[in-house]
């Protein structure tokens, strides 16, 4: 959601509607991922109490705590860091957009997601991009989705990493032969 913007989000609305509750994991955003931080917010300050007496009495780690502590400080970083990340990632999109035998979906977080075209399949692509180029890029196959072995999520980096990434898979998909499509 910090990559979408004010647009995106319902905070701005919770003092009007009580009934609202969001919950929002930090994970993601600041790449904190074994942190496990997130929050909830409401206007509902009983519900809020409610929440909050159901948590475990250790529910955050020191290491955690100590993060949070920090983190107003680094509020203007992290806006800068969410905008840069933003403008590569639509930048990734531009690139892999351009790339024939691809579907780029135009990207509203720090990753795009790429459909295949007929016949391929995202385990041979993700196999060819590291063995070929050391590159590792997330298959959808595993996912709860319609022809999920057709997908990649590709994470934004820098904008030379993102240059260096659709030249792989542009190269990839040229070597990558198709399976048959059965027919029917």
């Not at 475990?56 to 840069?84: C, Q, T, Y």
């Not at 057709?150 to 820098?158: D, H």
């Amino acid at each position: 959601m910090d990559f979408c913007g004010e647009r995106a989000t319902l905070e701005p609305e919770l003092a009007r509607f009580l009934n609202l509750m969001i919950v929002k994991s930090m994970s993601k955003a600041y790449g904190i991922g074994g942190l496990r931080l997130g929050y909830l917010a409401t206007a509902d300050l009983e519900l809020a109490a409610r929440a909050r007496s159901a948590l475990p009495i250790w529910n955050v780690n020191g290491l955690a705590e100590a993060f949070l502590r920090h983190l107003p400080a680094f509020a203007g970083d992290f806006r800068a860091s969410v905008k840069l990340t933003r403008t590569e990632c639509d930048e990734l999109y531009d690139q892999l957009a351009e790339i024939p035998g691809v579907y780029a979906h135009p990207p509203d977080a720090n990753f795009v997601l790429v459909r295949l075209g007929p016949g391929r399949r995202s385990e041979d692509v993700v196999r060819a991009l590291l063995r070929d180029h050391r590159l590792f890029v997330k298959d959808c196959a595993g996912k709860s989705m319609r022809d999920g072995e057709r997908y990649l999520r590709v994470a934004s980096r820098t904008s030379s990493e993102n240059a260096h990434f659709a030249g792989a898979l542009r190269e990839v998909l040229a070597g990558v032969s198709a399976y048959p499509v059965a027919a029917g």
